[in-house]
């Protein structure tokens, strides 16, 4: 078995000869460790390689995570579905929350976010490829939710994430176009800078169509273990 250095070390000469295919600059794409199913020793292992950002998915979860890895500097992440009823506990620990599909729940997030924490960074998910089943706002929402969120005081709006269906190459261009029509809307469009999209598997794809944050995490935790 690869240890997770040898993983990561994998991982990130993949982006670095996608950003080289597509004539990026290597440090334009960040790499988001998704360790969601996985022990807090595999994250304190992974940390150890150099790895900061961390992505999760489950609120208690995470949470766990959180108070047990506290004497580490990790970034962290919250990439799953955010509940109504959750928005305090993602406000006060988490640096990013990139599910955010509605205004309520942005609104939220920025009048629960403690006035002595830095403004909380926040992707708006797009649902790009009409998907029943997934949740993200839609693309004609996008501008007006720019407008607003972009103007709440304690969150800094950085720019998309999506989920696009397997092999939906053209979604990913579809989300770098919506990106950028929309960035001269922003009450601060400085700050429009993150397009959040990639898995293991469509990786190069996304680094191709324009993202600059990868959420990885089977190709470098291995598979999932959903069963505990
Ligand atoms: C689980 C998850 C990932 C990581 O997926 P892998 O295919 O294991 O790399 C990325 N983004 C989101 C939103 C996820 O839920």
Redesign the pocket.
Known sequence: MNSLKESRNQVLGQIEAACQQAGRQAETVQLLA?S?THPSEALREMYATGQREF?E?YLQEALEKIETLADLEIEWHF??HVQRNKTKHLAEKFAWV?GVDRLIIAERLSSQRLATQPPLNICLQVNIDGQDSKDGCQPEEVAELVQKLSQLPHLRLRGIMV?PAPHNTAALWDAKTLFNQVKTLHAHPEDWDTLSMG???DLEAAIAAGSTMV?????LFGA?DYSK
């Open positions: 998704v969601k992505g998915n990439i799953g990139h989920i898995m293991s598997a959420r990885i995490g089977t190709a999932r």
